[in-house]
């Protein structure tokens, strides 16, 4: 005979093959056979709920009828919840709930990852001071932020241009003991590009490299546009030279990028010895690459 067991491997992999209702239907076979729930499976109801843009259900039931069901909500259980209120740009809600949850003190308490999904939720709705002060509270009852939580407030204050609160907020991570990772790094290194401060890109560039940390093709390629934007087409093709040193293929748009830099410049030798190390380095989609070098010709000529 089936056991709840069986029922909430079904419902899990229900969600996964993103067919939550179906999920959800498995549930309802349970409720009529009188099989006794657990939190596992209650959680995956919540989990079906959510995915099934149900999330008023899912809170109503991790609130009230979890309990009728025999069984406590677990910190995964909030979690999901909260999460699917962020996703459905309800914040506000979710915070609203968090706090519910702090003074239920109960045998789970908000972790890490609940702080992170709320702070994340209020940035991406532009709520920066919500986010901010969630950040400040959640070191105050003892939750200390992690690199995904500096990282997301990094990101977004880059976003809002404000390097220099960014900048602080990197010095604080570093001085708490996280250390920052390569996501951490690449958007403070975007953030000065897109303000075209490069010099601050590029001290930032070297710290990051300094502990063996390596930037992505996307900040790779914003840096070098940036001194490039500048006149330091030189200075732009030694981090290019750099990088592939190190075993990373440029793509396309990095290669257009130096090749406007040189243009813009008048280096035409340069401009050819570029495209010759593309041909005999394989590159991909040669006559992409010729029209890339024949536009900067022409940008060479005409200025």
């Known amino acids: 005979p089936s056991t709840i067991f069986t029922y909430g491997i079904l419902m899990n992999c229900c969600c996964r093959t993103r067919r939550p209702e179906l999920g959800l239907a498995f549930f309802g076979r349970v409720l009529r056979m009188g099989l006794r729930t657990n939190v596992v499976v209650a959680?995956?109801?919540?989990?079906?709920?959510?995915?099934?843009?149900r999330t008023d259900e899912a809170v109503d039931i991790?609130?009230?009828r979890m309990s009728e069901l025999g069984c406590v909500p677990d910190d995964f259980s909030y979690n999901i919840v909260l999460k699917s209120l962020c996703d459905d740009s309800r914040s506000q809600r979710a915070l609203d709930l968090l706090r519910m949850w702090e003074n239920e003190r109960g045998v789970c308490s908000p972790n890490v990852y609940t702080y992170n999904t709320v702070i994340h939720g209020f940035f991406k709705e532009g709520e920066v001071s919500k986010a901010c002060n969630l950040f400040?509270?959640?070191a105050q009852k003892g939750v200390p932020p992690n690199v995904v939580t500096y990282s997301l407030t990094i990101d977004a204050l880059c976003k809002a241009r404000a390097m220099d609160k960014a900048q602080l907020f990197l010095r604080q991570m570093i001085h708490k003991g996280v250390r920052p990772n390569n996501v951490t790094y690449n958007v403070m290194i975007h953030g000065y590009c897109t303000l075209g401060q490069w010099?601050?890109?590029?001290?930032?560039?070297?710290?990051?490299?300094?502990?063996?940390?390596?930037?992505?093709?996307?900040?790779?390629?914003?840096f070098m546009a940036s001194l490039c934007k500048h006149g330091r087409t030189k200075e732009a093709a030694e981090f290019f030279d750099s990088m592939t040193a190190k075993g990373h293929k440029p793509d396309l748009v990095m290669y257009h990028v130096l090749l406007h830099g040189y243009a813009t410049e008048g280096c035409f030798a340069d401009m050819i010895n570029l495209?010759?190390?593309?041909?005999?380095?394989g590159t991909r989609s040669v006559s992409r690459c010729m029209d890339l070098f024949n536009s900067n010709i022409c940008t060479l000529q005409n200025g």
């Open 43 to 53: 959680t995956t109801v919540l989990q079906c709920l959510c995915g099934a843009k």
């Open 199 to 222: 010099k601050e890109a590029g001290k930032m560039f070297r710290e990051m490299t300094r502990q063996g940390l390596i930037p992505d093709i996307v900040t790779w390629t914003s």
């Open 275 to 281: 495209f010759n190390s593309m041909a005999t380095k």
């Open 62 to 64: 991790l609130l009230h």
């Open 136 to 138: 400040h509270e959640m």
